[in-house]
């Protein structure tokens, strides 16, 4: 278990979503933040910036050297479901490339790695990735996996569930989406909303990262982290338009369904008998809380 005081802990993808929760989460245990981003970024707390692109080999490998972390937390990623095939190779690159740059890198070096996966990555029952992301995410996991086995890297891979809660940036995605939609009196456009989604709030995946980083037995795992429960987009939906008290309804069959879409429920046991973790915030009081924070947004604006 590492002592929080006396750690070096580097978050790539630091200023994402949940590298942004994970930053601050860190320098609340009292561990020595390094953070990088591929742009220049402002100080935020305590935590120490680096511009690097993990996509080019030698400056991932001089990072490491630099900064000589303890733990490495790699956030960093190229999320998308796009099906674009312009898009294949920027994924490949972002997902894959700079993952095994970093597991590279750290052989041979006293640390811990935490990945950040996806619960997209393909299983063993499913053929077929289905989409250029899943495919560069179950490919980087499997390095992972392998680095680990063959090289002794103390690697371990988080498969996260569909993350949702304040500070989400990125209005594209569903809950910010139409969350926003719904505040500002605007109707949310949608596909069938019939895809059963695992909702997890940032909060719980977190935690999730703080249990893998002080867990014995995480090294050399993949462990899902969600709620375990599938929700219907249109459940969803509905449910923030009830929240939020919108008298505007949502739009369903506006937009098409992306193609080779399937539900992708975490399986939690795995991860509990590993890393001792469980979600503990419930859909309603997660979604509760993403309203209010982009309510209080909306009023700052």
């Known amino acids: 278990m590492p002592q929080w005081q006396r750690t070096r802990a580097l978050v790539t993808g630091a200023s994402g979503f949940i590298g942004a929760h994970l930053t601050r989460r860190l320098e609340q245990l009292g561990a020595e933040v390094h953070a990088v981003s591929r742009r220049p970024q402002s100080r935020t707390g305590r935590e120490i910036w680096h511009q690097c692109d993990l996509r080019d080999a030698e400056p991932t490998a001089e990072l490491l050297g630099t900064v000589r972390p303890d733990l490495l ?6 999320v998308t479901g796009t099906r674009d095939v312009g898009m294949v190779r920027a994924i490949l690159h972002g997902n894959l490339i700079a993952a095994v740059n970093l597991l590279t890198a750290a052989v041979n070096r006293p640390m811990r790695l935490v990945f950040a996966g996806s ?6 029952d499913q053929g077929v990735p289905h989409s250029p992301y899943s495919a560069a995410k179950t490919s980087a996991a499997i390095y992972a996996r392998l680095f680990h086995h063959l090289f002794a890297v103390d690697v371990s891979v988080l498969r ?4 949702y809660g304040p500070g989400q940036q990125d209005t594209t995605k569903l809950v910010p989406y139409v969350t926003t939609s719904l505040l500002n009196g605007q109707t949310a456009q949608l596909g ?5 989604v695992d909702w997890i709030y940032i909060d719980d995946v977190i935690e999730a990262f703080i249990a893998a980083a002080e867990s014995p037995k995480a ?9 375990g429960i599938g929700v219907s987009i249109r459940d969803t939906v509905e449910l923030l338009h009830r929240l939020a008290a919108s008298p505007t309804p949502p739009e369903y069959g506006a937009l098409p369904d992306r193609q080779l879409d399937r539900a992708h429920i975490a399986d939690l046991a795995p991860t509990g008998a590993a890393l001792g973790w ?3 915030t419930s859909l309603v009081d997660g979604l509760k809380n993403t309203i209010a924070w982009y309510a209080d947004q909306g009023r700052k604006t």
């Open 73 to 78: 937390f790699h956030l960093a990623s190229e």
């Open 119 to 124: 619960i997209e990555e393909l299983r063993s």
């Open 160 to 163: 996260i569930a569909m993350v």
């Open 192 to 196: 069938s909303g019939t895809r059963l």
């Open 219 to 227: 090294a050399g795992g993949m462990y899902d982290v969600g709620s």
């Open 278 to 280: 469980q979600p503990r």
